[in-house]
């Protein structure tokens, strides 16, 4: 209990101090009026390459650091060479519905005992600082600035006032901090670390060697080297295996990392000669330059989009109390805090020639980190990067198509090892040496679908952007992707339907024997309509016949054809497996036969109503409440089911607090309650429980999906509002078709729009209530512009014993509108009245 009441009880003093100061920052500002316990509690700061935890002590400070591609093990692969033999077994005993079996021979053929390597810690810079313990502390004070990305913490010992600022520098490529005080402080820089590793004190640096980690009988082949600069107005001198600063009322830190990968197949990279490189850079330029070029920087990405929403009284409380007192409803604007975290999560952990966000992001404190904070990526590591196009952060998705590139390489090897296919295959998991076979056995792992979802990371893309010469880039990635379902997938023998065997819905079961494998799960069939449908439609996008045959197009399409349909079944529910075996009173916390719903497109209120109505029906039996990942789902799948209060009402159960370092056994009452249902951690950070990233990333990505939607034939302006958030704006958001919208609400209706068309063609706008603008015409019959283009699905079956005991949800009333546009033009509209 102690842990959450520290936080409280002084956040109604400080409430009142800071409530001036901060009253327009309540949508940009993290803060708190006591120091981080706990790493769930310190505030990150990023660049992609480095990531830090700052937990902001009075007597000491903490920065527990990370090196994007400091991992375990080395390059190798996992396919089983024992894998293909029992193949037509295994598919036998599926088809018999011997599903335990299949389990016992997938468990004993498909799997090598290596199941990924772990991202791994580079351990804490400490500072211990010499400050008279007697005296007073007052004034205590650390933020998490997102509108700069700079982290301060400000205090005062006695009549001492000490300040210190973190940034890591996107223009840069350092972490740098700088501490100042009013009078001489002195203090000692080390090193500690859960891993191997040794710290040399040099006269004014401190250097720290971090071995690598073997994992799984795969022998490290990294390892990682910091170093630290010190600039002073006082004096340095070796103190043991810390270095000393004695005297100074300014000091600054130069911090780089590095080790010695290149790529997942080349690991003789030269760390010393990185990080030296990069300290040579950061240090020509003033502490005061070096801030300047990293907001500049950082903020070329994030100005890009502004959301205000309802501002209530709670905006002025500390950052914790505002999480745990949002239910009581006096605080709309925190939810425009957390979608602003999100962006600046993204920014920090995810550019261009960097790795993607994995599992944490890039921030990792422990020995072991859950599930290795590898890649997952039957949902986890595509939800990253939900909010990527639609937020206006498109460039930082490239390290995500690198590693797909990556994987359309080595996932060939397993594809043929494993299947005897074409193309390139991925399971649900992978790392930094870009594995493709499945890992963790063959409930979890046996799911050969990580590589066709992260493929529509590529054709997502390319509708936001129309730009040809990236899709013409990672055609051949799209092209092996549906290769692999083309030579792979089989015809089942009771419907005669072409299915993926064997296969998962990831981590679910309907099976008296409790096995997983399934053949032709929903899940399964929509990646491999949009991966067989993609590749035919950027085929006719490049207009270049040499990319596809005749035949091979045509084989597409057979194949299309011949997936199994969606199926409503007896309870109204969108079917989860072939068979009708959904139980309505499962609440799994994976709802991977919505992906129809979202991320694709294939299931639509305008054209399949049965399909809408069982989605709903399916959303509602699996309940609102989940882990928090999934819950940044669900806020995503009420938002195109249209009811921005549903979406609304999940966010509220994002937005309960989780005490840090939390365990069931230390709560009663309250405390109880908040371990059993806090999803957000008290630095914002998105609770499963334990932190993972993807929760913060699908909130961030839901937020944008209430306010606007482009995946079905229009630009459909403010589709979900919730009826709390009555008046606001947002500006910034891109739509498919390479539109940028932004726009403003009143009495919880769109009251104008400016929507710039970047690379020109059609705009077909869709909202509910009627519009004025110049050039604007009622629009009719489909979208001509084919970055709107509908998914074409078959009809769904319905099941006989479905019968519906209320009415069917109908497609809202809305008003369509078509504006020719040319690149460059703002179509300005707003409200008939």
Not at 219 to 240: F, I, M, Q
Not at 771 to 783: H, I, Q, R
């Amino acid at each position: 209990m102690k842990t959450i009441l520290r936080f409280f009880a002084v956040s109604a003093l400080c409430g009142l101090m800071f409530a001036c100061a901060e009253k327009k920052s309540e949508e940009t500002l993290l803060w708190y009026d006591v120091p981080s316990e706990a790493w769930n509690e310190a505030l990150p700061v990023g660049n992609s390459h480095l990531g830090a935890m700052v937990y902001g002590g009075v007597y000491s400070e903490e920065l527990q650091l990370n090196e994007e591609t400091f991992w375990a093990g080395g390059p190798h692969n996992n396919n089983s060479d024992n894998a293909l033999e029992a193949l037509p077994a295994i598919r036998e005993m599926i088809f018999n519905d011997e599903l335990g079996e299949a389990l016992n021979a997938i468990n004993e053929t498909f799997f090598t005992g290596q199941n990924g390597m772990g991202y791994l810690t580079m351990g804490s810079l400490k500072m211990d600082f010499d400050l008279d313990t007697a005296a007073q502390v007052s004034l205590y004070r650390r933020t998490l600035d997102l509108s700069k990305a700079i982290q301060q913490t400000e205090y005062q010992v006695g009549d001492n006032r000490i300040e210190r600022t973190v940034i890591a520098s996107l223009a840069d490529d350092v972490i740098a901090v700088r501490i100042c005080s009013d009078k001489p402080v002195s203090f000692t820089l080390g090193h500690t670390t859960p891993l191997t590793a040794k710290a040399v004190a040099e006269e004014s640096a401190l250097v720290i060697e971090c071995q690598g980690v073997d994992q799984e009988g795969v022998p490290a082949a990294l390892n990682a080297l910091c170093r630290v600069e010190v600039s002073t107005d006082g004096t340095t001198a070796p103190a043991g295996d810390k270095l000393a600063i004695n005297g100074a009322k300014e000091t600054v830190l130069y911090l780089s990392a590095a080790t010695n990968y290149v790529n997942y197949q080349d690991v003789s990279g030269n760390a010393e000669e990185k990080v030296n490189s990069a300290l040579l850079k950061a240090r020509a330029y003033s502490w005061k330059e070096l801030v300047k070029r990293h907001i500049e920087k950082y903020q070329q990405q994030f100005n890009r989009v502004s959301l205000t929403l309802p501002e209530g009284p709670g905006a002025t409380l500390a950052t914790p109390r505002r999480v745990h007192d949002f239910n009581e409803g006096n605080d709309p604007s925190l939810a425009a805090l957390l979608f602003n975290f999100g962006r600046y999560l993204l920014i920090s952990s995810s550019q261009p020639g960097g790795q993607p966000a994995n599992l944490q992001g890039i921030w990792q404190g422990q020995k072991n980190a859950p599930w290795d904070s590898k890649y997952t990526i039957n949902i986890n590591t595509e939800m990253n990067y939900w909010p990527a196009e639609v937020t206006n952060l498109s460039e930082n998705s490239q390290p995500l198509f690198d590693m797909i590139e990556d994987l359309s390489q080595t996932g060939v090897e397993t594809a043929a090892t494993l299947y005897g296919a074409n193309g390139w295959v991925a399971h649900h998991n992978t790392d930094l040496w870009r594995v493709c076979g499945p890992v963790d056995g063959a409930f979890w792992g046996m799911w050969p679908n990580g590589g066709g979802w992260l493929t529509q990371h590529i054709w997502q893309h390319y509708l936001f952007t129309g730009d040809k010469e990236f899709l013409r880039r990672y055609f051949p990635v799209l092209k092996g992707a549906a290769d692999f379902y083309l030579s792979a997938m089989v015809i089942e023998p009771s419907h005669g339907w072409l299915v993926t065997v064997p296969s998962v819905s990831p981590e679910n079961s309907y099976h008296p024997s409790r096995s997983s494998i399934t053949a032709g799960c929903t899940m399964d069939n929509q990646i491999a309509f949009d991966a067989l449908s993609n590749v035919l439609l950027a085929a006719e996008a490049l207009a270049d016949d040499a990319l596809l045959s005749d035949s091979y197009r045509d084989s597409l399409r057979e194949a299309i054809a011949k997936l199994p349909p969606m199926q409503v079944g007896r309870y109204g529910q969108l079917q989860e497996w072939m068979v009708d075996a959904d139980n309505p009173r499962d609440q799994h916390r994976h709802i991977s036969h919505l992906y129809g719903l979202y991320p694709s497109n294939q299931i639509s209120p305008f054209t399949h109503p049965e399909l809408y109505n069982a989605a709903s029906n399916t959303l509602i039996q699996r309940g609102d409440m989940a882990t928090g990942w999934s819950i940044g789902w669900k806020v995503n799948f009420w938002a195109r089911m249209l009811d921005g209060d549903h979406a609304y009402k999940i966010i509220c159960n994002m937005l309960k607090l989780l005490p840090a370092g939390a365990t069931a056994a230390e709560y009663e009452d309250e405390m109880m309650n908040l371990w059993r249902e806090g999803r957000t951690y008290p630095n914002l950070f998105d609770a499963h429980p334990p932190f993972q990233i993807d929760g913060n990333f699908g909130y961030t990505a839901g937020i944008a999906e209430m306010l606007l939607q482009s995946h079905d034939g229009a630009v459909h302006l403010l589709p979900a509002l919730p009826s709390v958030w009555g008046e606001g704006s947002v500006s910034g958001l891109r739509a498919r078709g390479g539109f940028e919208v932004s726009m403003s609400w009143k009495e919880g209706k769109l009251f104008e729009a400016e929507i710039i068309s970047t690379i020109g063609g059609t705009l077909r706008v869709r909202s509910y209530v009627p519009l004025k603008g110049k050039g604007l015409t009622e629009a009719s019959g489909a979208c001509p512009n084919p970055l709107f283009q509908g998914a074409s699905i078959a009809q769904p079956l319905v099941s006989a014993e479905y019968q519906p005991s209320e009415a069917l949800l109908q497609a809202p009333s809305v008003y369509e509108y078509d504006i020719q546009t040319v690149p460059g033009q703002r179509c300005k509209l707003s409200r008939l009245d």
